[in-house]
């Protein structure tokens, strides 16, 4: 059974429903991640659980040590994420309470540590493959669920990755749709790219919380 690791945003600083086993603190090359890993069942399945922001929450998006926690789930077992991510609606369709599992990302972010492959002791330099960032059986498997749970969602969309911590002006949100964004957000990115250098399959579900 594949084990889960869900990465919780804003407002999911705790897995409601999770039966927790144990949690597991980590010290990673990369430093310390943003919480202890929980370890657990949900529904009867093995399932990691770490909160993104801290718990508490309260790490800012920009100083999230994103390699730290990706490190830490594949560490602690991970086999694939799921990350929720709280996110801001850019068109009419994507109203408060909105869910989205988006297909494609544009990255606005800058300054993060958004790589395992740097420093002084790199072997050899990698490019990741990162055309399609969200692995599509897994996106498909969420799709699947909030089907069956009847829950309104778009089965794709774009999510831009903002580097906040202020939210966009005006003129920004213009240029996202501009640019075929559908939903933006401050912690997408570096995290979806750090788990394809890790080879962990990464989704995304994302819920909007302001229009
Ligand atoms: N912009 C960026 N990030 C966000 C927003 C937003 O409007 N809402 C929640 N996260």
Request: net charge negative; aromatic share 8%.
């Amino acid at each position: 059974m594949t084990t889960y690791a869900i990465i919780g945003g804003t407002g999911l600083t705790a897995l409601a429903g999770l039966e927790l086993d144990q949690a597991q603190t980590f010290e990673t090359p990369w430093g310390a991640p943003s919480a202890p890993v929980q370890r657990g069942h949900y529904a009867g399945r093995p399932v990691l659980f770490l909160a993104r922001h801290g718990h508490p929450h309260r790490i800012p998006p920009h100083q999230v040590n994103y390699r730290a926690n990706l490190w830490a789930l594949k560490e602690a077992g991970a086999e694939a994420i799921v990350a929720v991510n709280a996110v801001g609606g850019i068109h009419a369709a994507m109203g408060s309470g909105h869910l989205c599992v988006p297909h494609q990302l544009v990255d606005y972010t800058w300054g993060r540590g958004h790589t395992f492959f740097e420093g002084a002791d790199l072997e050899h330099v990698t490019h990741i493959d990162f055309s399609f960032p969200y692995d599509e059986p897994l996106r498909q498997r969420l799709l699947g669920a909030l089907r069956r749970l009847q829950l309104p969602h778009s089965d794709h969309g774009v999510y831009a990755a903002t580097q906040g911590p202020r939210l966009e002006t005006a003129g920004e949100i213009v240029r996202l749709e501009r640019d075929g964004c559908d939903v933006v957000g401050m912690t997408g990115m570096p995290e979806a790219a750090l788990a394809r250098e890790l080879g962990l399959p990464y989704a995304c579900l994302a819920l909007v919380v302001n229009p």
